[in-house]
Nanobody, 121 residues
């Protein structure tokens, strides 16, 4: 059974930093694009950042220059370094990964359980 397990959320003051981690576990052949999404109360889930298997990154305009996504393919883990946090960054952050279970199978998106990030003084 495939799982994405997130960690690193919490409460931080404006201007502070947090680092989120998401590790994929279980049986699968390969991992493609990995990403972080967030959902604030009353809002739709939105893409924060994504990284392909070869390291190409993509960021939401609202986080460019403040957040950095990276991955460790040997550990099947994706990270999100969040600096200069603002109250509007408060949300539940979800990890997403495209996993190919079988060598010739179709990649399928998997989600983590979510981790709360609260930016408040």
């Amino acid at each position: 059974q495939v799982q994405l397990v997130e960690s690193g959320g919490g409460l931080v003051q404006p201007g502070g930093s947090l680092r989120l981690s998401c590790a994929a576990s279980g049986s699968f052949f390969s991992i493609g694009t990995m990403g972080w999404y967030r959902q604030a109360p009353g809002k739709q889930r939105e893409l924060v950042a994504a990284i392909t298997s070869v390291g190409t990154t993509n960021y939401a305009d609202s986080v460019k220059g403040r957040f950095t996504i990276s991955r460790d393919n040997a550990k099947n883990t994706v990270y999100l370094q969040m600096n200069s946090l603002k109250p509007e960054d408060t949300a539940v952050y979800y990890c997403n990964a495209d996993l190919r279970i079988l060598r010739f199978g179709v990649p399928k998106g998997y989600w983590g359980q979510g981790t709360q990030v609260t930016v408040s003084s």
